[in-house]
């Protein structure tokens, strides 16, 4: 006998000399060789043998999910650790029909897998059009020896999120004594349209009401109404309908059956309007009278943090800027923002005390020799997600004057009038943002319109001007699109686009690409006009293309321009010349800079003549291809109101905290009763701003990645590192606040996911590795001002002081069996497996109930107050179940009576987001209703897919209810480890949509 640690037991068989080798469990590797000898019948001894035993490499069959005409790859090695290691360029497919290599598979009608030779991944490639589930293939290995493996299976499936939800669907007569057919929906993520079927009572088969796909919102998520006059059907008789959705990566929903009948008269609503096909018409769901109501006290949230930043004095001002040009400061001005006095400021001025700077960066200025004013060059951001550029002023600190460029003045006196240079004018505008539409990074995730062609052309016109033409030289359109999603069972390319100029056809381009596109055509220079040059972008159809949706994002002339001022400025390239002359000016005093370094510019000396007309010219000595910037507006500003920059600590490595919250300033006195909450529980607590974040992690520009960076800091630099973090103020993807809704408080990121991309937190947690896992417990509460946070912290106090013996209940609601979305069930009946015994599980199964049934008890149990609310099944950002039956976000808001308030967890779509800035999501909703509702809401912000919400689940409640008395973001934090084991870094995107609303240190009860 021979027992060799961690490997196992060698032991000889007396009888028949054999030797066994038996592993310890859990070994799994090749045993350490051995030696032995015998001897023969006169007693010789033999020479020693080794006994090798190389054990056979081990595959084992790997399951995944996919995205349907989206390829997938399968690291099919990372679970294969049993047995010897399996060399990777030795994969090989094994399934029927494989190439000779088994590199290769090609399915007829299905798509191409491939084997990575270096990897041993094997991708599967669907072909255009295929949507289903692919059929299993096999594979093997080799180890070193060569020994093969025995056989693995690879499945990928598909589980259909849900996109939009039909919340209602009737039918009226109108005025023409027709048939018009409304429904309307809650939800609507990566819905590109919608096409109506009618059953045929006789064969029993549905056919096409509509020959053309009927557009959606293609705008914001939660959906609205449609109508759409069924000329074929006859008011006052019963049909049945379905509405089937074309969404994006060709999948969609089908809603229905609908039995209707037209009786009663169409209701009048102004808001309709007409877009796609004769009688189609839509509307966009307006907000609630709580929505509005909450637009309000986020404007009034801003007027409050605004009076408190004014509060402010210091020696360092932070200078917002949003427009490219002169910045121009006065002595008042600064003394206004800083506090100091004036006789301070002006000394300073004189001595040219006063450093500006961005992002690091020392930016040349212009002093007022007496003191009274400073002027630099300043830059609208670069970034599509940063609205303002953030420039320093730093009194008392010695300034970086600007040079003046050496070259002599020409006193020629000579007026050249007829020069021109290449400029380009750009139209654009920001309404729709389309990040829920596409899965691949783009320059910008907002557009001016869509073209959504479908049946025929889409055509949108839009007029720019080219002002001061020169009338000479060549002229270019460009237009800047982003193509998103297309169905072609044809072989031409989906996208194809045509431009008129002025009413010109001048050419336009296809492609099979999605992402961003330019289409640039030049023109002759007697197509522009002065104004009202009108670009027409025609959409158009190949054969076989059924549809397709492009945004458009700009568009750009270049032409040769006149040196002739605007408003008194002009911004100019040289082109080759060396010597330019702009008119155009109504006073002789101006400012002249070379801004071919924008960060480094040089004054001019211009030599200035008055004009026959009375105007003024401005001649410059220029170098070929270089930019310059002049203008007679210097006590003009581009700058915004000024803020002082308070120095702050959070690099020090002396910091130390348990629980960290981060707080814009008007939400900081709030922030600190909460911290002290957690600090009497025994948590080293601390506050900071946002605004230090900013300032110290990203130049003090409102840049989505500075919380990420700051924690990043935090994990690595801090004596000690928090457990919890907790994001306090509403966040929004409206970085530069396009809708007008107003800038968020706190930043949220985009991650991107086969479905889109969608706000996480969870993201700007995850400092190490960026695997999905975050390294704290994070949280949002997600209010706009005081009161709205002082409530949730009166209901978190509440909830932990009434807590004594645990979670007593739990509820757990499935949605009405959906075969394409998962079975709902099963994960209900998971959820109910995981409960300790002495947690009461209330079961809502909406199959057996049915919606009203449900959503009464629902409410029933909200009212008599249960320790957690659970739900598997559809959802929408503002409700749960198909239609929002079950319960929406306007229903918690009203709910009277309310019982106490809950945990609320919801495995289903979009329940917790906080991206969209103009209304609350469902998850929202229940945080902050200021009693009951819920403590903390743990859901995802996107398209989530059942199978994998299990996995998330199980790992939440096996951790919830441990015996150590839990915090809720210790379970969320076990959830996300939980997940990463079991998938393998597969589909970690699931990890960033799934965050928590709320406390992450909100005590849970323990269960002994």
């Known amino acids: 006998t021979l027992v060799v640690a961690d490997e196992g037991t060698w032991t000889v068989n007396a009888t028949t000399g054999a030797i066994t080798f038996t592993p310890e469990s859990g070994f799994t590797g090749d045993p350490t060789p051995i030696t032995y000898t015998g001897e023969d019948v006169q007693g010789n001894v033999s020479n020693p043998a080794t006994v090798t035993l190389n054990t056979n490499p081990v595959a084992s069959d790997d399951t995944d999910s996919y995205t349907p005409t989206v390829a997938k790859t399968v690291d099919v090695l990372a679970n294969d650790t049993a047995g010897d290691k399996i060399v990777a360029a030795t994969v090989k497919i094994t399934t029927a029909g494989a190439a000779a290599d088994g590199k290769t598979l090609v399915v007829a009608d299905e798509g191409t897998w491939t084997v990575n030779a270096t990897t041993g991944a094997i991708t599967f490639t669907p072909e255009s059009g295929f949507t289903g589930d692919p059929t299993p293939i096999t594979y093997t290995g080799e180890d070193a020896q060569g020994n093969v493996s025995n056989p693995a299976t690879v499945t990928l499936s598909h589980t259909t999120p849900t996109y939009a939800l039909i919340s209602s669907f009737k039918a009226y007569v109108n005025g023409d004594k027709q048939t018009v057919l409304e429904w309307k929906t809650d939800s609507e993520v990566g819905t590109i349209g919608f096409l109506l079927e009618r059953l045929n009572e006789q064969s029993g088969e549905y056919e096409s009401v509509t020959q053309d796909m009927l557009p959606g919102m293609l705008t914001p998520p939660h959906g609205g109404t449609y109508r759409f006059v069924d000329k074929a059907a006859i008011s006052g008789k019963s049909y049945t309908y379905r509405v089937i959705e074309v969404a994006v990566n060709s999948e969609g929903t089908i809603s229905g059956p609908y039995t209707v009948q037209a009786k009663q008269q169409l209701p009048v609503n102004q808001a309709m309007f007409a877009d ?22 986020r404007e009034q949230a801003e007027q409050s943090f605004s009076a408190q930043v004014k509060k402010k004095t210091g020696k360092v001002l932070r200078i917002p800027v949003s427009k490219t040009g002169l910045v121009s ?5 600064i003394v206004a923002a800083s506090g100091l006095k004036k006789q301070q400021i002006v000394q300073n001025l004189k001595a040219k005390k006063c450093l500006v700077t961005l992002q690091g960066k020392r930016i040349p200025t212009l002093f007022a020799s007496e003191g009274g004013a400073l002027w630099f060059y300043g830059q609208a951001p670069a970034r599509n997600d940063i609205g303002q550029n953030i420039y320093r002023l730093e009194i008392g600190m010695q300034g970086s004057v600007m040079k003046v460029n050496p070259q002599s003045d020409n006193d020629s006196g000579h007026i050249y009038s007829e020069q021109s240079f290449a400029d380009r004018v750009k139209a654009e505008e920001n309404h729709l943002p389309f990040h829920l539409y596409i899965n691949k990074p783009v320059k910008d995730f907002w557009a001016w319109e869509y073209l959504l062609a479908s049946g025929k052309d889409f055509t949108v016109t839009h007029s720019l001007a080219a002002p001061n033409m020169s009338g000479s030289g060549s002229a270019a359109v460009a237009v800047n699109l982003v193509n998103i999603s297309s169905r072609n069972l044809g072989t031409s390319a989906p996208y194809k686009v045509t431009i008129f100029l002025n009413g010109t056809d001048i050419g336009g381009a296809e492609t099979t690409a999605t992402g961003d596109w330019q289409i640039r055509k030049e023109v002759p220079v ?23 949706l492009i945004y458009l994002e700009s568009i750009e002339l270049e032409y040769l321009r006149k040196y002739q001022a605007v408003q008194g400025e002009l911004t100019f390239k040289s082109g080759h010349s060396n010597q330019v002359t702009v008119e155009g000016f109504s006073s002789d005093t101006v400012l002249a800079l070379d801004v071919t370094n924008p960060d ?20 410059v000595q220029t170098k070929p291809n270089s930019s310059y910037f002049i203008t007679e507006k210097t006590a003009a500003t581009v700058s915004q109101t000024m803020t002082v920059d308070t120095p702050s600590q959070l690099r020090s490595g002396k910091n130390r905290a348990d629980y960290l919250l981060i707080a814009p300033l008007h939400l900081i006195d709030s922030a600190k009763r909460l911290a002290e909450r957690r600090q009497s529980q025994g948590l080293t607590s601390m506050v900071v701003d946002i605004q230090d974040v900013q300032d110290e992690f990203s130049y003090g520009l409102a840049a989505p990645e500075a919380v990420h960076d700051f924690l990043a800091y935090v994990h690595q630099k801090w004596e000690q590192a928090p457990r919890y973090v907790v994001l306090v103020g509403d966040g929004s993807y409206d970085y530069r606040n396009h809708l007008g809704y107003g800038w968020p408080l706190i930043p949220s990121v985009l991650v991107a996911t086969p479905e889109g991309f969608f706000p996480s937190d969870n993201a700007l947690a995850d400092v190490v590795g960026n695997d999905g896992l975050p390294e704290f417990a994070v949280g949002r509460i997600p209010v706009f001002d005081k009161a709205e ?27 009405k069996t959906d075969k394409a979305a998962g079975d709902f069930k099963a994960s209900a009946n998971l959820v109910a497996g995981l409960m300790p015994e002495q947690v009461a599980v209330t079961r809502l199964d909406v199959d057996t109930l049915g919606y009203s049934a449900a959503a009464d008890q629902i409410k029933t149990a909200m009212q008599q107050g249960v320790g957690i609310l659970h739900y598997i099944g559809h959802s929408s950002l503002i409700g749960l179940g198909k ?15 309310v019982g106490p308030a809950m945990l609320m967890v919801s495995m289903s779509c979009s329940a917790a987001s906080f991206g969209y800035p103009a209304m609350n999501s469902i998850g929202e909703s229940a945080v902050l209703r200021a009693e009951g509702g819920a403590v903390g809401f743990f859901g995802a912000t996107g398209l989530s897919l059942n199978p994998l919400a299990d996995i998330v689940t199980e790992g939440f409640y096996r951790s919830l209810f441990k015996p150590v ?10 959830s996300k480890r939980h997940y990463l084991q079991v998938k393998q870094g597969r589909d970690a995107y699931t990890l960033d949509i799934y965050n928590l609303l709320g406390d992450p240190a909100v005590q849970m009860p323990t269960h002994q």
């Open 965 to 974: 008395s839990p915090r809720v973001g210790d379970a969320v934090l076990e």
């Open 526 to 548: 007697s197509l522009l006009r002065e104004s009202g040059n009108e670009v027409k972008i025609v959409s158009q159809l190949n054969s076989g293309v059924s549809y397709s």
């Open 329 to 333: 400061l006065t002595a008042d001005q």
């Open 883 to 897: 239609s929002n039956s079950l319960l929406s976000a306007s229903k918690i808001d009203t709910m009277n009576p």
């Open 789 to 815: 946070f002082e409530q949730y912290i009166d209901k978190v106090i509440s909830y932990e002081q009434s807590v004594h013996n645990g979670v007593q209940k739990i509820a757990v609601v499935n949605d």
């Open 276 to 297: 796609g096909p004769e009688g189609f018409t839509l509307a966009q769901e307006r907000l609630s009278t709580k929505q509005v109501q909450r637009v309000a006290v």
């Open 600 to 619: 480094k510019p040089v004054r001019m000396r211009p030599t200035i003549r008055q004009t026959e007309s009375g105007s003024y010219a401005v001649m």
